[in-house]
């Protein structure tokens, strides 16, 4: 039996507390708090407690989907990224840069959400930015 632990940052919000998945043989099975981490102190809140459910899921998604012909087709990476690159310069281009918004994710950290702010406001050129992570 071989088993580790991998510390990661919980998905579910972003305080960024610190978690532990635990890989058993190879296979993700559960996970802890840390309790070295300042943030955590080695507690967790429920979501915590189960993030490592939806990384196993069946109903989890692993390949990008694009819709052709009002149904969703597997693509690849690039296709689906070509895909959105385009879309997004398009609307840019004939409707101008504040026709596009950001809403951000709760399950980001602090820093994804600098990121995708500072991204949307250097890049893109719109203010529009916004995120749900009201704890």
């Known amino acids: 039996?071989?088993?580790?632990?991998?510390p990661t940052t919980c998905a579910y919000c972003g305080c960024g507390c610190e978690i532990l998945f635990e890989v058993l043989d190879g296979e993700l099975v559960?996970?802890?708090p840390s309790k070295a981490?300042?943030?955590?102190?080695?507690?967790?809140?429920?979501?915590?407690?189960?993030?490592?459910?939806?990384?196993?899921?069946?109903?989890?998604?692993?390949?990008p989907l694009i819709r052709k012909n009002g149904e969703f087709k597997e693509a690849t990476w690039d296709e689906?990224?070509?895909?959105?690159?385009?879309?997004?310069?398009?609307?840019?281009e004939t409707s101008g840069p504040n026709s596009l918004?950001?809403?951000?994710?709760?399950?980001?950290?602090n820093e994804e959400?600098?990121?995708?702010?500072?991204?949307?406001?250097?890049?893109?050129?719109t203010n529009n930015v916004d995120h749900c992570a009201r704890l």
């Open 113 to 125: 959400n600098y990121l995708m702010q500072k991204m949307m406001r250097a890049v893109v050129g």
């Open 80 to 92: 689906a990224l070509n895909l959105v690159s385009s879309t997004l310069k398009e609307i840019k």
């Open 1 to 6: 039996m071989n088993y580790t632990t991998i």
């Open 101 to 109: 918004a950001c809403l951000s994710s709760a399950k980001c950290t």
């Open 30 to 32: 559960g996970s802890i």
């Open 37 to 63: 981490n300042p943030i955590n102190h080695g507690s967790l809140c429920i979501k915590g407690w189960t993030a490592h459910e939806f990384v196993v899921s069946e109903k989890r998604l692993k390949t």
